[in-house]
């Protein structure tokens, strides 16, 4: 059974940074496709970034340049760097893998529990 466990939210003043860990157990092999998606309170689903076992990396418009995905294949844990974070960032942060296509409009096939990250002005 595949498990996503998330770490590393928190509370944190704009501008700053926050790095969120994904740990992924229950399978064998590298899951071809990690990332994480966020949802705020009254706000739709948002993909954030997503990566492949190869390095292929996806960002969703509202991070970019701000956020970077990693993935420790080895390790079978994704990362989430956070800087220059914005009250707008604030929202529950899940971690999602999926072993076929992979992209921000995908529907992946695990979920982790999530992560709050908050952002204060």
């Known amino acids: 059974q595949v498990q996503l466990v998330e770490s590393g939210g928190g509370s944190v003043q704009a501008g700053g940074s926050l790095r969120l860990s994904c740990a992924a157990s229950?399978?064998?092999?590298?899951?071809?496709?990690m990332g994480w998606f966020r949802q705020a309170p009254g706000r739709d689903r948002e993909g954030v970034a997503f990566a492949t076992t190869g390095g292929t990396t996806h960002y969703g418009n509202s991070v970019k340049g701000r956020f970077t995905i990693s993935r420790d294949n080895a390790k079978n844990t994704l990362y989430l760097q956070m800087n220059t974070l914005k009250p707008e960032d604030t929202a529950m942060y899940y971690c999602?893998?999926?072993?076929?296509?992979?992209?921000?409009?995908?529907?992946?096939?695990?979920w982790g529990q999530g992560t709050q990250v908050d952002v204060s002005s």
């Open positions: 999602a893998a999926h072993e076929g296509v992979c992209g921000l409009g995908i529907t992946p096939t695990y």
């Open positions: 229950g399978y064998t092999g590298s899951m071809f496709c």
